[in-house]
């Protein structure tokens, strides 16, 4: 009878040790994980809190600088700019202007091709123009 405690003891004490010493892997980044504390899909802790899991998600409510940054994260980036083929790319650009979280309504683009397809480098350039013209009737006003 005291032989049947002991082992029933050492088999429960064994049992235990079992379970808090086995490890499972997360299902996103294969790292390590103890299962005690997980119950259903096992997921790490920084893996539990990306994307629409996270308690600050927005989805299509975010910010410009935000979905930027999301495109940035989610979309390849080719060696190339897609418009001119000629320089590198370093921005992203919308392209329909809906500016909805869909990566294939954004593109890499050099920065040249940006401002042109905005429209940004005729301003700048009619901005210059001005601006050398002002600064031509200062410097005469003044000699």
Aim: with cysteine.
């Amino acid at each position: 009878m005291i032989k049947l405690r002991i082992c029933i003891m050492w088999d429960s004490i064994f049992r235990r040790l079992k379970i808090e010493t086995r490890r499972t892997k997360c299902i996103d980044c294969n790292k390590n994980i103890n299962p005690q504390f997980k119950k259903g899909v096992m997921r790490c802790k920084s893996c539990n809190m990306l994307g629409n899991r996270n308690y600050q998600w927005k989805g299509n409510k975010v910010g410009l600088p935000a979905l930027h940054e999301w495109v940035r994260n989610h979309k390849r980036k080719p060696k190339l700019c897609i418009r001119c083929r000629k320089k590198p790319p370093y921005d992203v650009a919308n392209i329909s202007g809906k500016y909805k979280r869909d990566v294939k309504d954004f593109e890499w683009v050099c920065r040249y091709c940006h401002m042109k397809n905005d429209g940004r480098l005729k301003q700048l350039m009619i901005d210059h123009k001005n601006w050398r013209k002002n600064e031509g009737h200062s410097s005469k006003k003044k000699s």
